[in-house]
């Protein structure tokens, strides 16, 4: 049993992760903004917590994080404000990062976007660049972190029903938030998923067959792909 930090806890897919890591035995301290969100998370194996992440700063961070053995950043502003996505999806994931480090608290789990990289493909006139680009600095610094990681990066998510099947982002055009959570809950259990970076979609495969598969060169077929627009963050 682990103490999990899941940052973010009233998203879509936070909501969905929760209960298969309660499920799992651990215990999870939701963290939120909004106050009238305390009783909808309370559950057994559950404490939410009511912080503005972004608010916070370094040491903020480190005392939030420290006591848990694992943090999941499952947050996001979405790209429609540039000053709220960029203290969110950026300053605010990187000071997480190092209040990680500080706090002794090496595992550290970032739901992301499959789109990701320095070549993502939005314009820089859309809104959404400031989320691409904010997402595409906070994973790279992650993975320069030193800490122990997993990325999970998925395409367009849905509302559909999970389908329980991964596959790479050219293999469908988008994934189901439930199955992001439950991909999550797999690479958190999953010690082979450390240091490494799924970006996905739906597909044909089993969480544990995905996870242990071998590293694709997903960033090639990305840019020949349509899918290097993604507009959807996860949330």
Known sequence: MSSI???????HVARALTPLLTDAGHTVTSVIRNPEQVDALTAPGVSPTVTDIETLDIAGFTELISG????????????????????????????????????GVRRYLMVSWAGSRLEHGVP??????????A?????????????????????PLTHD????????????????????AALTAAA?????SIGRTYRF???????AEFLAGPKRNYLAALRSSS?????????
């Open 5 to 11: 930090l899941l940052i973010g806890g009233h998203g």
């Open 161 to 180: 029903e999970p389908t329980g099947g991964f596959g790479a982002p050219t293999e469908s055009a988008n994934v189901p938030r439930a199955d992001v």
């Open 135 to 155: 997402k595409t600095i906070a994973d790279a610094v992650l993975r320069d972190s030193g800490l122990d990681y997993t990325v999970i990066a998925p395409g």
């Open 188 to 192: 958190l259990a999953d010690p082979a």
């Open 68 to 103: 848990h053995d694992a943090v999941i950043w499952s947050a996001g502003a979405g790209g429609g404000n540039p000053a709220r996505t960029r203290a969110v999806d950026l300053d605010a994931a990187v000071f997480s990062m190092q209040g990680a480090l500080a706090a």
């Open 124 to 133: 820089q006139d859309r809104p959404f660049f400031h989320y691409a680009q």
């Open 201 to 207: 979609n739906g597909g044909g495969r089993p969480a």
């Open 227 to 235: 899918t290097a627009s993604f507009h959807c963050p996860p949330t």
